[in-house]
């Protein structure tokens, strides 16, 4: 009882003092909290402030990665263009010469139609905010981007099978031609030994070292050329064959291969030229112009993009 007495004594004695030290504690509690919760505050919005900025830096490094791609695709198809324009008309000029377009080495367009990823798609959404039609618009980059490998592709790959195909009828000609030789070197041959001291005054004999002399000369310049060959060997043979040899059966023989390469030839030369027009101005092309025209304006957007 005394210490009961004692304390309310004391309490009584000191009430102010008590009261002010509780609420100078609580106060002191408060304050923390309110520090400690604004520190922390403060160190979230820091982090999610640098978070969002690596993200937007991210995002804006990858699309201007993606600018300098899209212009070493622009330039490398205008070259390819260029270099496929040359090649026609070097084969509508000489389509019997075997000709090769310069193909420019490249894998962009492949990398092109291979970037479409979340991160790209990404990267135009925080940047294209502004823009209703932003899904559409990047969608139409990989549309025309598969456009432009198909295309190129499939000109390198029809030149390929063109390339195959006037091999093969070359080389029928070619076997036409040396087969051609070979019998008019038997038949002089025959009227040699036929006629041993005259023989170079036949006139089957001179008629066919006329034409002997002109596969020789021909020869000697290989068959990278074959025009030549259609036109001071082949047609002139044919023409005057059986006015100048005896044997008739020889002469359909060799009627029949001379026919046969000169029609060949004439195949030859018609396929080279259709297949010419299509490398011909593809620069004025109007889906390849389509293609390259939008894919240079989004770089020009990109382009336009402020590092953040």
């Known amino acids: 009882m005394t210490n009961y007495t004692s304390f309310c004594e004391y309490f009584y004695d000191n009430y102010y003092s008590i009261i002010t030290s509780c609420i100078t504690t609580i106060i002191g509690a408060a304050l923390g909290f309110i520090f400690a919760l604004t520190v922390y505050w403060i160190g979230e919005w820091t982090k999610r402030t640098n978070e969002k900025h690596a993200e937007k830096l991210k995002a804006f490094n990858t699309l201007k990665r993606f600018s300098v791609l899209i212009l070493s695709v622009k330039d490398k198809c205008q070259k390819q263009n260029d270099e496929f324009d040359l090649f026609s008309n070097e084969l509508t000029a000489n389509p019997l010469i075997l000709n090769l377009p310069q193909v420019i080495a490249t894998n962009d367009r ?10 790209l798609y990404y990267s135009f959404m925080i940047f294209d905010k502004q823009n209703k039609n932003k899904f559409k618009d990047y969608k139409n980059i990989f549309n025309y981007a598969d456009f432009l490998q198909k295309f190129y592709s499939d000109l390198i790959s029809q030149n390929e099978k063109h390339l195959n195909f006037s091999h093969s009828d070359s080389k029928v000609v070619r076997d ?8 008019i070197g038997l038949l002089q041959k025959d009227i040699q030994m036929n006629n041993p001291k005259g023989f170079t005054d036949d006139l089957e004999f001179q008629f066919l070292e006329r034409f002997r002399q002109i596969y020789v000369g021909l020869k000697g310049n290989g068959f990278s050329d074959l025009e030549p060959y259609k036109d001071t060997f082949l047609i002139p043979l044919q023409i005057e064959l059986f006015e100048n040899i005896n044997d008739q059966k020889i002469a359909n023989e060799i009627a029949s291969e001379s026919a046969t390469a000169i029609t060949r030839l004439d195949e030859l030369i018609l396929n080279a030229k259709d297949h010419a027009k299509q490398y011909l101005k593809i620069n004025e092309n109007k889906n390849v112009t389509e293609a390259l025209e939008y894919l240079e304006k989004i770089r020009i957007k990109i382009e336009a993009i402020v590092e953040p």
């Open 176 to 183: 036409k031609l040396l087969n051609i030789a070979v019998k």
């Open 110 to 119: 492949e990398r092109l139609v291979e970037s479409d990823s979340i991160e």
